[in-house]
């Protein structure tokens, strides 16, 4: 079964259960990828449904902190709520070790001994890891390890 298969199935099955909140999270999740399917013309890849949750994640953890900035306490607890509900379908995030792992391998290939160097590691490091680690995390760890 697709991603968006099964996002659609619990999406219906939150309806019939009546848990308003992961249903409209679902619906909104579907509708992007219905959006992002018509755009493209044709059906979407998983990597492509793996990528519009991610986006749809990171935007939810942006609006969290905003919302956290400006004391907006209700809203933040909701864009949470739908954050877990979407991080469900997302794969498991590599841990800290893991990542600076994959870093150190990546210096290593590549060469790179200074900061001016992150150009070359952090699509090694991305393609690496595959969709599992958090770009801003990996960038601060790269910045640490290359100084």
Excluded at 87 to 104: F, S
Aim: hydrophobic letters at 40%.
């Amino acid at each position: 079964m697709k991603l968006f298969e099964k996002i659609q199935a619990d999406m219906y099955q939150a309806m019939k259960n009546k848990e308003t909140a992961v249903a409209n999270t679902l619906r909104g999740v579907v509708a992007k990828l219905k959006d992002k399917k018509i755009e493209k013309r044709d059906e979407l890849t998983d990597a492509e449904e793996l990528k519009v949750l991610q986006t749809l994640a990171k935007q939810r953890k942006e609006s969290i902190k905003s919302f956290q900035d400006g004391a907006r306490s209700d809203l933040v607890e909701q864009e949470e709520q739908e954050l877990q509900i979407i991080e469900r379908y997302l794969p498991q995030m590599l841990t800290d070790n893991e990542i600076k792992n994959i870093i150190k391998d990546s210096i290593a290939e590549s060469g790179a001994q200074a900061l001016a160097d992150i150009g070359k590691v952090m699509p090694l490091v991305m393609k690496k890891g595959a969709g599992r680690i958090d770009g801003k995390k990996a960038q601060l760890f790269l910045r640490e390890l290359l100084q």
